[in-house]
Nanobody
């Protein structure tokens, strides 16, 4: 069993930066692929970034070059550094951990990009 808790969301102006954190507890963290998803009002949830257990990363086209995902296995943490934020980045951001048939989600943290 894995529990995931996101933090770091808030209100930021366009062009600004935020760093989201996801704290994991309960099980062997390093084996999990970790993901960040987001869901904007009235839209479907979408994948933002993923980092495998080996550290390989991939990003959605909409955030590539602006967002950076990282993990610290010793601390059981994943991060999403978000730079050059745009109003269309406004969403609830969710952390997800997967390993084989196991699939865990956090409850999300709200990011609002507005002037």
């Amino acid at each position: 069993q894995v529990q995931l808790v996101e933090s770091g969301g808030g209100l930021v102006q366009p062009g600004g930066s935020l760093r989201l954190s996801c704290a994991a507890s309960g099980s062997i963290f390093s084996i999990y692929a970790m993901h960040w998803y987001r869901q904007a009002p009235g839209k479907q949830r979408e994948l933002v970034a993923v980092i495998t257990s080996e550290g390989s990363r991939n990003y959605a086209d909409s955030v590539r070059g602006r967002f950076t995902m990282s993990r610290d296995n010793a601390k059981k943490m994943v991060y999403l550094q978000m730079n050059s934020l745009k109003p269309e980045d406004t969403a609830v951001y969710y952390c997800r951990g997967t390993y084989r048939f196991m699939d865990y989600w956090g409850k999300g943290t709200l990011v609002t990009v507005s002037s």
